[in-house]
């Protein structure tokens, strides 16, 4: 590794073959790293992805970030994260993309359904991005809320082309053959692994997600994961009774079983329920949500403080107080919070996936519910001074409290804060 290289991938500032800066880590996986960086001579921001090469040629990954870098480079469109340049040196490649400010559109939707004008503002900007990739012969295959950002003027960006197939992929009978995807957004036909068209699988996807943003769970859902695959073969679900009767029809004939005969995305741009206009306030309103979240750790007021305290939890007044969640105060900054749920993650076999507020913990290994998952979000209440609130995202509630207790309490101990005037914390774990 040159002197121009050195820190990347630890955290720390540094300089990148004379031209970014790269800052704090935003996000990382499995093969690599997403830093915030800064180009000397412009001033911009971007998102530098660091991908090791030898984690990815290992196991035989190459192809895909190949894959990924070409379909960037295609794909030029308002809703479509863009791709700025792609370096290299010996042992890495860095992949320079646009920074998008306002986290993922799961994000929002993890906290309840939206209103209507706000889902189709999402799902408008979802489908011009589908449309504009099949119109280049790109299929995502791989469509879902986590993959879906959202900038600081509330515009939907797809992002992660990384399971991306060209037209050029396809077999002599015209078709798909590679099962790939999301469980619970996969479609029926590339389910039964007898050949797929690429369009109408992501169209399936785009009617799932869909459906998310109006329901505020999904479709298809099951704890055996071979009874939920049944479900969306037969395209077994139903409307929640707030749905609108014209997004019913349209979702109906997006989650269609039958690709034949499923909507296609011509279609769903001449429906009703898709043409209908969008109120400039429903589009502020999204422009100022997200401004509020960009770049800060979120804050809270007095009540939020009070109301986290087990002295004055005022919680019972409202709902029944959930095992599932806990909550704790720390005297440090997000990023030494972040740091230790990171270490706890690699001791307890999980996956980490961060911003600069929120954590979230993927197992990985299924438990009697699938894969523990969860999540922590970080608030300020002051520069120094952190509220954590941890809740079981997916899984079994019983592994969950198993796993707070014998492992995530200890090794968060000692940072959990303490009034000045004696030992016990002020605010503990629930």
Same mark, same amino acid.
């Given at each position: 590794?040159?002197?121009? $290289?050195?820190?990347?991938?630890?955290?720390?500032?540094?300089?990148?073959?004379?031209?970014? #800066?790269?800052?704090?880590?935003?996000?990382?996986?499995?093969?690599?790293?997403?830093?915030?960086?800064?180009?000397?001579?412009?001033?911009?921001?971007?998102?530098?992805?660091?991908?090791?090469?030898? !984690?990815?040629?290992?196991?035989?990954?190459?192809?895909?970030?190949?894959? $990924?870098?070409?379909?960037?480079?295609?794909?030029?469109?308002?809703?479509?994260?863009?791709?700025?340049?792609?370096?290299?040196?010996?042992?890495?490649?860095?992949?320079?993309?646009? %920074?998008?400010? =306002?986290?993922?559109?799961?994000?929002?939707?993890? !906290?309840?359904?939206?209103?209507?004008?706000?889902?189709?503002?999402?799902?408008?900007?979802?489908?011009?991005?589908?449309?504009?990739?099949?119109?280049?012969?790109?299929?995502?295959?791989?469509?879902?809320?986590?993959?879906?950002?959202?900038?600081? &003027?509330?515009?939907?960006?797809?992002?992660?082309?990384?399971?991306?197939?060209?037209?050029?992929?396809?077999?002599?009978?015209?078709?798909? &053959?590679?099962?790939?995807?999301?469980?619970?957004?996969?479609?029926?036909?590339?389910?039964?692994?007898? *050949?797929?068209?690429?369009?109408?699988?992501?169209?399936?996807?785009?009617?799932?997600?869909?459906?998310?943003?109006?329901?505020?769970?999904?479709?298809?859902?099951?704890?055996?994961?071979?009874?939920?695959?049944?479900?969306?073969?037969? *395209?077994?679900?139903?409307?929640?009774?707030?749905?609108?009767?014209?997004?019913?029809?349209?979702?109906?004939?997006?989650?269609?079983?039958?690709?034949?005969?499923?909507?296609?995305?011509?279609?769903?741009?001449?429906?009703?329920?898709?043409?209908?206009?969008?109120?400039?306030?429903? $589009?502020?309103?999204?422009?100022?949500?997200?401004?509020?979240?960009?770049?800060?750790?979120?804050?809270?007021?007095?009540?939020?403080?009070?109301?986290?305290?087990?002295?004055?939890?005022?919680?019972?007044?409202? #709902?029944? !107080?959930?095992?599932?969640?806990?909550?704790?105060?720390?005297?440090?900054?997000?990023?030494?919070?972040?740091?230790? %749920?990171?270490?706890?993650?690699?001791?307890?076999?999980?996956?980490?996936?961060?911003?600069?507020?929120?954590?979230?913990?993927? =197992?990985?290994?299924?438990?009697?519910?699938?894969?523990?998952?969860?999540?922590?979000?970080?608030?300020?209440?002051?520069?120094?001074?952190?509220?954590?609130?941890?809740?079981?995202?997916?899984?079994?509630?019983?592994?969950?409290?198993?796993?707070?207790?014998?492992?995530?309490?200890?090794?968060?101990?000692?940072?959990?804060?303490?009034?000045?005037?004696?030992?016990?914390?002020?605010?503990?774990?629930?």
């Amino acid at each position: 590794m040159s002197e121009k $290289e050195k820190g990347v991938g630890e955290g720390q500032s540094t300089l990148l073959h004379g031209k970014y #800066e790269l800052g704090r880590v935003l996000g990382h996986g499995t093969f690599a790293k997403v830093y915030h960086a800064r180009n000397l001579k412009t001033g911009q921001h971007v998102a530098m992805k660091v991908v090791g090469k030898e !984690k990815v040629i290992k196991v035989g990954m190459m192809e895909q970030v190949k894959r $990924e870098i070409s379909v960037m480079k295609m794909v030029k469109h308002s809703n479509i994260v863009e791709l700025h340049e792609v370096m290299a040196s010996k042992s890495k490649i860095y992949i320079a993309m646009e %920074l998008v400010r =306002g986290g993922e559109l799961f994000n929002k939707v993890s !906290k309840g359904r939206l209103k209507e004008d706000v889902a189709r503002l999402y799902f408008q900007q979802l489908i011009s991005a589908v449309d504009f990739c099949h119109s280049r012969g790109v299929y995502h295959r791989d469509l879902k809320p986590e993959n879906l950002l959202l900038d600081e &003027h509330g515009n939907l960006k797809v992002s992660d082309f990384g399971l991306t197939a060209f037209s050029d992929h396809l077999k002599e009978d015209g078709l798909l &053959h590679t099962t790939c995807g999301t469980p619970a957004y996969v479609s029926p036909e590339v389910i039964a692994k007898k *050949g797929y068209d690429g369009a109408k699988a992501d169209i399936w996807s785009c009617g799932v997600i869909l459906y998310v943003l109006l329901a505020g769970f999904l479709p298809f859902q099951d704890d055996n994961l071979v009874a939920m695959y049944k479900k969306i073969y037969r *395209g077994d679900f139903k409307c929640p009774p707030w749905f609108s009767a014209e997004a019913r029809r349209l979702v109906t004939r997006l989650l269609d079983p039958n690709p034949n005969s499923r909507i296609s995305i011509s279609k769903v741009m001449e429906s009703s329920w898709f043409k209908k206009p969008v109120p400039r306030k429903v $589009e502020e309103v999204a422009k100022v949500d997200l401004e509020e979240m960009c770049e800060r750790p979120a804050t809270m007021n007095a009540f939020h403080i009070i109301s986290l305290s087990e002295g004055f939890d005022l919680s019972p007044l409202f #709902e029944e !107080k959930k095992r599932e969640e806990m909550r704790f105060a720390t005297a440090g900054t997000p990023s030494s919070v972040i740091s230790r %749920l990171e270490e706890v993650a690699k001791a307890g076999k999980f996956d980490v996936k961060s911003s600069e507020t929120k954590v979230r913990l993927q =197992g990985q290994e299924r438990g009697r519910k699938g894969k523990l998952a969860i999540a922590a979000d970080i608030y300020a209440v002051t520069p120094s001074f952190m509220v954590v609130e941890v809740k079981k995202d997916n899984g079994d509630t019983l592994e969950y409290n198993q796993f707070c207790s014998k492992q995530l309490r200890p090794a968060l101990k000692d940072i959990f804060w303490n009034s000045p005037q004696n030992s016990t914390p002020a605010i503990v774990l629930e």
